[in-house]
């Protein structure tokens, strides 16, 4: 089957940004479908290879995919094409709604916000369990994630940066826990060896050269702070909620109340929330069959996933269940929200949907 043009992988991820609702996992989901199955662009191990290492790499695992999928189909065009097709249309909204809600607040007041930080806590919760479940399941990684909890408790703020770098550092010199290993993939990839090599340095000098100048060179500002974050989320997308709570409601940039809204809006919205994880798994593309086989690197990621779930543990006891039980009503509302996305397996927009209606209703 001959390869896309740039062209049609951007109308492809366009169509998955507007409709791939749930999350990370189920955005895999979708890309399987729609790549691997129908349109049959993606050979199934080449898939396979690139979810896991997606998965294990600090970062957004499902755009990170979609990255080198777009890469390996269409050159650095495709991948630009999957990169803006697929987050264009959740960052467009969230704009749209961040723009709206200060209107929305003095038309219809508070209650819709209620509603979606009760949402927010039930879409935390099921997903630091399944994080536990994935990132910790043996003994040395479950007491990663506690002592990251306790220490993130204890600290917070900057301070779970220091608890990732600990975890990384510990990985890399005590026996690795498992990590599951791609195929070699089948599929074509876009370049020479030694031109994607060249490129894939070009893009972790970027990525370098951001970092020191945004969060480093520069006094603290909400655009280093973001790339910090971003490019420190081991574990799953949701690992950014505690990242994002301690520079952006820590540093005094936005109150708590806001920052949790918005975070449960966003579950409503398809896409991904994307982060500088991008150049990351670019530029380590090359390197990927090293990567796998390197125990130093599996040992420290695996550790790295054990404490981001539990620096989101910590986020959930810290900030995000005080404020969605803070009234018997937000917290039906959020055991309502919990029991929709458990008992009755209804999708995570609608839930947060239902919330917001329910916050309205009652405040």
């Not at 089957?1 to 189920?26: D, E, H, N, Q």
């Not at 890309?31 to 662009?41: A, D, M, P, T, Y």
């Not at 981001?308 to 009503?329: C, I, K, Q």
């Amino acid at each position: 089957m001959p390869r896309p043009s740039w062209i049609a992988v951007g109308r492809a991820f366009l169509g998955l940004g507007l409709t791939a609702f749930g999350g990370p996992v189920a955005h895999i989901g979708h890309f399987h479908r729609e790549l691997v199955e129908r349109r049959e662009w993606v050979p199934p191990d080449a898939f396979a290879e690139i979810v896991a290492v997606s998965q294990v790499l600090p970062g957004p695992s499902s755009s990170q995919a979609g990255l080198v999928i777009g890469w390996r189909l269409a050159g650095w065009r495709g991948a630009l094409a999957a990169f803006v097709a697929f987050t264009a249309p959740s960052a467009l909204l969230m704009l749209a709604l961040a723009l709206a809600a200060p209107g929305l607040l003095a038309t219809l007041g508070g209650g819709w916000a209620s509603g979606l930080k009760a949402a927010a806590a039930a879409v935390v919760l099921i997903a630091g369990v399944q994080m536990a479940r994935q990132t910790a399941p043996d003994l040395q990684r479950g007491i990663v994630l506690v002592v990251a909890a306790l220490a993130a408790l204890g600290y917070g703020g900057v301070g779970q940066l220091w608890i990732l770098a600990v975890a990384l550092a510990m990985g890399a010199v005590l026996p690795p826990a498992a990590l599951p290993q791609g195929s070699r993939s089948n599929g074509e990839e876009s370049g020479t060896p030694s031109r994607r090599a060249l490129a894939g340095g070009g893009l972790l000098l970027a990525a370098a050269s951001l970092l020191l100048g945004l969060a480093v060179a520069l006094p603290p500002n909400p655009a280093g702070a973001a790339y910090v974050s971003g490019a420190l989320v081991f574990g799953g997308g949701h690992a950014v909620l505690p990242l994002l709570e301690g520079e952006f409601v820590g540093r005094g940039w936005l109150d708590r109340e806001t920052f949790l809204a918005g975070y449960g809006a966003a579950q409503a919205l398809p896409g991904p929330l994307f982060a500088p994880g991008a150049l990351l798994v670019l530029g380590l593309e090359p390197l990927w069959p090293a990567l796998r086989r390197s125990t130093r690197v599996r040992g420290s990621l695996a550790l790295a996933g054990a404490a981001a779930t539990g620096l989101l543990a910590a986020a959930f006891l810290n900030t995000v269940a005080p404020e969605a039980f803070r009234s018997p009503a937000t917290l039906m509302i959020a055991l309502g929200a919990l029991l929709m996305l458990t008992l009755f397996r209804m999708p995570p927009p609608l839930v947060v949907l239902i919330a917001a209606g329910a916050g309205l209703t009652v405040g």
